[in-house]
């Protein structure tokens, strides 16, 4: 699906994770070079640079999720499944040739003959068992348990039949099973390397996966280095080397772009349009993809244990106003979490929390509120136009009377730190899944980080309510829950509030010949990336 993205022009117009922090505790940010099993091979000498706004803190997927570890990650695994991001986000072979249902909680996978990992070795149905097993994934001690429960936590396990067959079975039914095995969390890893690797911490630095690049040197908040698959059952790949740069402020980014140290580059905003095109051999490429940019409130604050003052918040903000003035209107405006993306379950009738500072002063007033500050804490550099967004809110919240200190931040560690009370913060929700069970459930359920990790929110209802949502097979049946969540996440007990689709603007070299997905990830791999001289 390429609607929403386009290449852009010169212009006289302006321009979470939240896991990062729980799951990588520890993690040194070391150096570690892949394991390979194959002899040298002559590889293109070409290197693409990507400058980045930060790397994931582990390249291990059931250790985090985060825009960062995915535009990396893509590039490095893959599952049974995949998506065709160019043809209507359709559930393609990935892996695995061919896929049957046996019944409604068992389906069976033919796997393609010599898949080789990086280390040379040839994937089995062991391997895919071993990655979905207790040891890595579904034991009570297993590292990945908490993400795995995420997103693929209606399998109970993967059975290998033989060498190329793999049955995968759930624990109840589960509409969504070929789109989770297409998606994060579900990717094949190698056994052995997993088993030979001197530690966990180590795996995670330098995980063995089957995608067209391995992992040749990592080094966190610095630079991620990988190198072509020489036995990539998917082809050659393009070059022979993909240099993650990181360049935390966008200047640094910009200035590299333009010195020809970066092919590529991250977060652009829209001021830098003419900028990029007053380069020689530069252009900006992308739009929204299928995330919604968000807030989340701390229900734990004392000024936002009222509901009603949640709901006034998100009332108070002219969505429409922030996408014109910081975007052009080149992204779409979100009064709650409804998507087109979700099929048959969306609904463009629903009006969410529409601006309305009218009803914010009066749910303000009704909930006894005085003006007491609340916290909102934002990162500086993570998401694009990210502060300049914070600001025009505390603006607008000022406006129906609501005092928001705003603080920003250099870290998600810091933004989560619970030394001093939180309150609002910024996030952003992807749609993992095109059905709310894959943004809505999936972050704010019993299984979400919301609940689970950051625990800022939880409510019974809602998590009674999603369990149907992510098990009935009945279509009525699933819109009146997603009808019934959002009533909770809007007006009842809000956890926070959507404010747009998240755009992701990059400026490259058009001598860089690649495009962009309506996702977070990048894709590098042959039939989406050539280099001219």
Request: aromatic share 8%; net charge neutral; with cysteine.
């Amino acid at each position: 699906m390429q609607s929403g993205f386009f290449a852009l022009h010169s212009r006289t117009d302006p321009m979470t994770s939240a896991t990062r922090r729980t799951f990588t505790k520890g993690l040194a940010a070391s150096t570690a070079l892949a394991a390979t099993g194959l002899p040298a091979v002559a590889q293109p000498a070409r290197r693409l640079t990507v400058g980045i706004q930060g790397t994931p803190r582990s390249l291990e997927p059931l250790r985090e999720f985060s825009n960062v570890a995915w535009r990396v990650g893509y590039n490095i695994f893959e599952g049974l499944l995949g998506i065709d991001y160019k043809n209507g986000l359709a559930v393609v072979p990935g892996l695995a040739e061919s896929h049957r249902r046996i019944s409604p909680s068992m389906m069976e996978f033919t796997l393609k003959d010599g898949v080789r990992f990086h280390d040379g070795e040839i994937m089995t149905s062991e391997d895919v068992a071993f990655s979905f097993g207790p040891e890595r994934m579904t034991g009570e001690r297993a590292p990945g348990r908490a993400i795995a429960n995420v997103f693929v936590g209606t399998i109970s396990r993967v059975e290998a039949i033989d060498r190329r067959t793999v049955r995968v079975v759930t624990r109840t039914t589960d509409p969504l099973l070929e789109q989770r095995l297409a998606g994060w969390g579900a990717q094949v890893i190698s056994k052995k390397a997993f088993l030979a690797a001197a530690s966990y911490e180590a795996w995670e630095r330098s995980p063995v996966g089957t995608g067209p690049f391995r992992v040749k040197e990592f080094r966190i908040d610095e630079r991620c280095l990988l190198e072509a698959h020489a036995g990539y059952h998917g082809g050659k790949p393009p070059v022979g080397e993909v240099l993650f740069r990181v360049l935390p402020e966008l200047a640094a980014r910009m200035n590299a772009l333009a010195a020809g140290e970066a092919d590529i580059v991250t977060e652009v905003s829209l001021d830098q349009v003419r900028n990029v095109e007053a380069m020689t051999d530069r252009h900006v490429v992308g739009g929204p993809i299928l995330n919604f940019r968000a807030l989340v409130f701390d229900k734990a604050h004392p000024q936002l244990v009222d509901p009603r003052v949640r709901r006034a918040l998100s009332h108070a903000i002219d969505r429409k106003a922030i996408v014109d003035s910081l975007y052009a209107g080149r992204t779409v405006a979100r009064a709650t979490q409804m998507h087109p993306a979700f099929g048959a379950l969306n609904d463009p009738t629903r009006p969410g929390t529409a601006y309305d500072p009218d009803l914010a002063r009066k749910l303000l007033a009704e909930a006894g509120y005085k003006g007491q500050p609340i916290p909102y804490r934002t990162h500086a550099s993570y998401y694009t136009q990210q502060v300049q967004t914070a600001q025009i809110l505390v603006e607008m919240w000022r406006q129906v009377g609501i005092n928001v200190d705003l603080q920003v931040r250099e870290n998600w560690q810091q933004i989560f730190d619970t030394a001093s009370p939180r309150g609002i913060r910024d996030w952003s929700n992807s749609i993992l899944f095109q059905d709310p069970v894959g943004s809505l459930t999936r972050l704010y359920g019993a299984a979400g980080s919301v609940q689970n990790v950051s625990k800022e929110w939880s409510n019974a209802p809602f998590n009674e309510t999603a369990r149907v949502l992510e098990t009935s097979l009945d279509l009525a049946e699933r819109k009146r829950a997603f009808a019934r969540l959002l009533d909770i996440y809007e007006t009842e007990d809000p956890p926070g509030c959507a404010l747009h689709d998240l755009v992701m603007f990059y400026a490259k070299k058009r001598s860089v010949n690649w495009t962009p997905y309506p996702v977070e990830s990048m894709d590098f791999g042959p039939g989406n990336l050539t280099v001219g001289a």
